[in-house]
């Protein structure tokens, strides 16, 4: 399951509370104060791990907690500060904290464009990137700490503090480097089998892809790049027919979008409207997503019918970078791996 968007609740623990204590010792009747301090609550970070690419994590458990800190003890013991809890987010991820005024308030609603105020918080985007998303509560202080010399016997003590706590959105900004893009059938997923060592299914039926996985396409120098197999989308996809809005969404996580065309169109379809179809959709959903850097690819160019259309592709498309290729019997891969080595090639951060 690829989760791009979560909610989360996080909270850090509270401090511990100092105490009030009073040395006990044999022959010694009035013994001076000795109550501890409280432990620090622990923190909530999140650290960008670049092994992980999406939020599945927090899908099953969407809670960060870290532990309390210990009320201090007799002998001016203090107490143990709460564990730090750590949550890994994969980079490219966008931190919003609700802006409801309770908890209760921001769990209570859902996401929508209008129903609830969100802050962004950060942007974290380098492997290794630490942000402290909650703050532990501050220790009390123990009786022992306010002797003086004109008061040995203080009962002053303080509380610990409470640790933050907010529900918080995590959205994932980026997916891949490269989206494969089309409709249903096109062929996506056997390119992205054919391209990296990802295994996506395949089958002669549409939508069989219903969830983007993403593969890394390896380059020699270490070098490489993701591609996102993304659903099939269909026509009416901006007005969210067919789960439109969903696919659409993680179109915009991408750098470059790869638009496959089956270009036989054994069922009658014109391979040539069909892009032009796609296009409008992604323009109306989106209008700066119709501007991001695209290109062609031509595929399923082992069958008959495919020739003849490619012609016609150039002659639509003279500005557009066209890459005819046979996903099935890997022809023109070499071509279109060499592409996206110059186009979003990288070596990997950390
Ligand atoms: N002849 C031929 N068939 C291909 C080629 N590429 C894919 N196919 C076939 O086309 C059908 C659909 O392929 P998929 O890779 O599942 O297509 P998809 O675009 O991922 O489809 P959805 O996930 O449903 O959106 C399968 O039967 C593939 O074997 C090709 O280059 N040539
Ligand atoms: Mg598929």
Redesign the pocket.
Known sequence: MFIDHIRILAKAGDGGDGIVSWRREKFVPQGGPDGGDGGAGGNVILVVDHSTDNLRAYHYDPKLVAENGRHGGGRRKTGRGGKTVIGKVPPGTVVYRSTAATTADAVAMERSDEGIDLEPVVDLTEDGQRFVLCQGGQPGKGNWHFRTPTNRAPTEHTLGTPGEQGVFYLELRRIADAG?V????????????KLSAAK???????????QPSVGVVEFPGFRRCTVA?I??LIEGAHANRGLGHEFLRHITRCRVLLF?V?M?AVDGRDPVSDLEVLRREIKEYDEELSRFPWKIIA?????EASADNLAAFRLRFPKTEIIP?????GTGIDELRHILDNEVGHRPTG
């Open positions: 494969l089309g409709f249903p059938n096109a062929g996506k997923s056997t390119l992205l089998g996506p299914k395949v089958a002669s039926y549409p939508f069989t892809t219903l197999d659903p099939g496959v089956d036989a595929n399923k160019m082992d069958l290729i046979s996903a099935d019997q």
